[in-house]
């Protein structure tokens, strides 16, 4: 099979784009949470393929409304964490762990009542063999959030 340079080019870049993606860890999409309680939302970032810089995260909520939520690329109702984002490994894995690199932030679930939308914006490079690929992402979760 013969690729052009340009298709192979791409291909490489979706793949470095993907590698580098984080994810929620907890809570997970559906899960209840209870109101004005604490909890530690983590947050995996897999191994990538290739070397990456962390940039950085902005973690957020919105309430939903009956037929929408309010998508994490236009706003955010409660602004949890906006900074640095810097995955460390376990020290310590046991079997049937999640072994993912991995930051946690401690945060109060708002006083809201129903369905919200929990998301993170996050952005980072990855290390090419001549340059650096710059990449972004949008990533949410529905949770249910009930009176204290
Ligand atoms: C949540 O954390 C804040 C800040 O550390 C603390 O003031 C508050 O009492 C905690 N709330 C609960 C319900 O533990
Ligand atoms: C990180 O948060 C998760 C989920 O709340 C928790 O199970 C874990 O113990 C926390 N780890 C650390 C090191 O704080
Ligand atoms: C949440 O993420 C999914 C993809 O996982 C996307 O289809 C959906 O539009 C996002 N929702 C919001 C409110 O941004």
């Known amino acids: 099979m013969k690729f052009s340079r340009s298709v192979f080019i791409l291909l490489a870049l979706a ?9 929620f860890a907890y809570p997970l999409d559906g899960d209840t949470l209870v109101a004005e309680s604490n909890i530690s939302i983590r947050i995996d970032r897999p191994t990538p393929s290739a070397p ?3 940039a950085g995260i902005g973690l957020g909520m919105s309430a939903c409304s009956s037929d929408s939520c309010p ?3 236009t706003s955010f109702k409660y602004l949890f964490y906006a900074g640095g984002f810097n995955p460390q490994r376990p020290a310590q894995v046991n079997p049937g762990d999640d072994f ?5 932030f401690t ?21 090419g063999a001549d340059a650096y ?3 972004f992402e949008s990533v949410n979760i529905t949770v249910n959030v009930v009176p204290a």
């Open 15 to 23: 793949g470095s784009s993907l590698a580098q993606g984080a994810n």
């Open 52 to 54: 990456v810089v962390e």
């Open 71 to 73: 998508s994490p690329e």
């Open 100 to 104: 993912n690199a991995f930051q946690n």
């Open 107 to 127: 945060v109060t679930v708002p006083s809201i009542e129903g369905k919200a939308v929990l998301g993170f914006l996050h952005s980072s490079f990855g290390e």
């Open 133 to 135: 690929f710059p990449f």
